[in-house]
């Protein structure tokens, strides 16, 4: 199993950027996994944001971030990131890290505890 640890929410105004991380405590098979972010904003469901394959050599966004965001991975330092810019009011929401994640369901294998970013209009 992974533990995530996510990093680097916080509040920015609109239009500006922020660069999420997430670390994951079993760096020896952090490679196995898959990995994405989802986000949860209150009163609504979780959604999907992006995901990365295990080596890092694809990559798949929703809709809503596509253009504006960017996930990447470096399996040396067990991590995965989320840089964010050109943040919309909408974006705002708690991020989750996700180990295998499935985008279709909306589920993953094994979640962070997530990192609130706000961002202020």
């Known amino acids: 199993q992974v533990q995530l640890v996510e990093s680097g929410g916080g509040l920015v105004p609109a239009g500006g950027s922020l660069r999420l991380s997430c670390a994951a405590s079993?760096?020896?098979?952090?490679?196995?996994?898959?990995m994405g972010w989802f986000r949860q904003a209150p009163g609504k469901e979780r959604e999907f944001v992006a995901s990365?394959?295990?080596?890092?050599?694809?990559?798949y966004y929703a809709d809503s971030v596509k253009g504006r965001f960017t996930i990447s991975r470096d399996n040396a330092k067990n991590t995965v990131y989320l840089q964010m810019n050109s943040l919309k009011p909408e974006d705002t929401a708690v991020y989750y890290c996700?180990?295998?994640?499935?985008?279709?369901?909306?589920?993953?294998?094994?979640w962070g505890q997530g990192t609130q970013v706000t961002v202020s209009s």
């Open positions: 079993s760096g020896r098979t952090f490679s196995y996994y898959a």
């Open positions: 990365i394959s295990r080596s890092g050599g694809s990559t």
């Open positions: 996700a180990a295998n994640p499935v985008v279709r369901e909306k589920v993953a294998d094994y």
